[in-house]
């Protein structure tokens, strides 16, 4: 069963409540916030109190996305506010073993610790690494921004992901954010995704069919 996470970075603020009601009715069962610090990329969004009103506004699973350069100090932050899983970025970290301790630390505090790597970022330099998370997150676009398209080399990364996976018999969510559609999404599911972020695609359309095209 695919879990479809609509990133709110591309929902109408101005129709909020509407936009809401929606993805609550559809088949989404998480929902993807997008945290960036204009450092990590050349952007910015929101920060934790916006994910407190969104947990009053939705029974999905809150799934962080930190695009920050700086995921250690506002981790806790985040998980105050809401956070269920939370992922940041390999690229923000100064080593792997730096890595492995935040994801340690994240469990302690009661959440799913994600790992996040770039287009650029070869899959490999998670081989020892995906073992300590619930979840990756292969992006396949440059983080940043919405509405970008799809780099079809997340395909790769994603069927090596889940090989490694599945030779150790392992329960990895294995998650795509970025240009996801209806066949850019059948691609990645067919590749091994099982969940899919989708932004522009979900709320530029009819969430619930979208959503619906996406399961
Ligand atoms: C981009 C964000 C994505 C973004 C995806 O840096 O991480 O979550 O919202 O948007 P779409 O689906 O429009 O490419
Ligand atoms: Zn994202």
């Known amino acids: 069963m695919t879990i479809i996470s609509p990133s709110i970075l591309s929902?109408?603020?101005?129709?909020?409540?509407?936009?809401m009601e929606a993805v609550n009715?559809?088949?989404?069962?998480?929902?993807?916030?997008?945290?960036?610090?204009g450092h990590f990329v050349p952007n910015l969004t929101f920060g934790p109190d916006i994910l407190?009103?969104?947990?009053?506004?939705?029974?999905?699973?809150?799934?962080?996305?930190?695009?920050?350069?700086?995921?250690?100090?506002?981790?806790?932050?985040?998980?105050?506010?809401?956070?269920?899983?939370?992922?940041?970025?390999?690229?923000?970290?100064?080593?792997?073993?730096?890595?492995?301790?935040?994801?340690?630390?994240?469990r302690q505090w009661g959440v799913k610790p994600g790992i996040s790597i770039k287009p650029k970022t070869p899959v490999e330099v998670l081989k020892d690494l995906w073992q300590d998370f619930d979840l990756v997150l292969v992006m396949s676009v440059e983080p940043g921004f919405g509405?970008?398209?799809?780099?079809?080399?997340?395909?790769?990364?994603?069927?090596?992901?889940?090989?490694?996976?599945?030779?150790?018999?392992a329960d990895l969510r294995i998650e795509v954010d970025g240009g996801i559609n209806a066949e850019t999404g059948k691609l990645?599911?067919?590749?091994?995704?099982?969940?899919?972020?989708?932004?522009?695609?979900i709320f530029k359309n009819n969430i619930v069919d979208a959503v619906d095209s996406l399961c």
């Open 52 to 106: 407190k009103a969104f947990r009053k506004l939705t029974d999905c699973e809150l799934d962080v996305h930190l695009m920050i350069t700086d995921p250690e100090t506002y981790a806790p932050v985040f998980i105050k506010a809401g956070a269920q899983w939370l992922t940041f970025h390999y690229e923000a970290m100064e080593n792997a073993e730096a890595c492995r301790k935040l994801a340690k630390q994240l």
């Open 188 to 201: 990645c599911k067919q590749a091994g995704a099982d969940v899919l972020v989708a932004g522009n695609y």
């Open 147 to 169: 509405g970008q398209q799809f780099d079809p080399s997340a395909l790769e990364k994603i069927a090596q992901l889940r090989a490694w996976a599945q030779a150790e018999n």
């Open 25 to 37: 009715a559809s088949q989404a069962q998480w929902l993807h916030y997008d945290v960036m610090d």
């Open 11 to 19: 929902l109408d603020f101005t129709q909020l409540n509407t936009q």
